[in-house]
């Protein structure tokens, strides 16, 4: 079985396209092989991280990453 990563970007104005895509993914997936989706995340709201996270199945995993956007640079 071989893991496949993809990696997707949000924030909440996004997430729903995020959704969307995730929802695709898993639709599409081959039995044979296990995903792993990670999604880098800005200022996204506890419910919408929930939503995400809730989208994997027994061969796909969500892992939303909570990231801290540095606007000082």
């Known amino acids: 079985m071989?893991?496949?990563h993809i990696a997707l970007i949000c924030d909440d104005n996004y997430c729903f396209p995020t959704i969307v895509c995730i929802q695709s993914i898993v639709?599409?997936?081959?039995?044979?092989n296990?995903?792993?989706?990670?999604?880098?995340?800005?200022?996204?709201?506890?419910?919408?991280?929930e939503k995400l996270r809730c989208l994997g199945k027994k061969n796909?995993?969500?892992?939303?990453?909570?990231?801290?956007l540095d606007v000082s640079l």
């Open 60 to 68: 796909v995993e969500v892992v939303v990453i909570r990231t801290i």
């Open 27 to 32: 639709h599409n997936v081959s039995d044979d």
């Open 34 to 49: 296990r995903y792993v989706i990670h999604v880098c995340t800005f200022g996204l709201t506890n419910d919408n991280v």
């Open 2 to 4: 071989t893991i496949r």
